[in-house]
């Protein structure tokens, strides 16, 4: 399946990967492409504007989560934070967001 990315600069790539593709297989092969560290990679799909994955889920495959082929793939960062030993994200979904 060819699903489209957007990252944070509104700037659009694709991704190929297998029918059978987790969304672990969906960050490595952007962090190959984009030379984007897989760790640090938010997924959010556009359908339904929910983030595809926690750190717990990573296994989990693409088409159990809604993704298909040509599906938009909105890309942000879990950010740096040299303070906190646990990285712990919040995700919030800004107004625009909610349909």
């Known amino acids: ?3 489209v990315v957007e ?3 509104g700037t659009l790539f694709y991704i190929q990967v297998g029918n059978d593709a987790t969304i672990e297989d969906l960050k490595k092969e952007i962090e190959t492409q ?3 560290p897989c ?3 938010i997924l959010v799909l556009d359908a339904d504007r929910s983030p595809l994955m926690r750190k717990d889920e990573e296994k989990v495959s693409l088409v159990d989560c809604g993704v298909q082929d040509g599906s ?3 890309l942000f960062f879990i950010p740096l934070d040299n303070n906190d030993s646990e990285n712990q994200v919040m995700f919030t979904r800004p107004d625009f967001f909610i349909g």
């Open 72 to 74: 938009h793939i909105y």
């Open 7 to 9: 990252n944070l600069t």
């Open 1 to 3: 399946m060819k699903v």
């Open 34 to 36: 984009q030379k984007l």
């Open 39 to 41: 760790d640090r990679l």
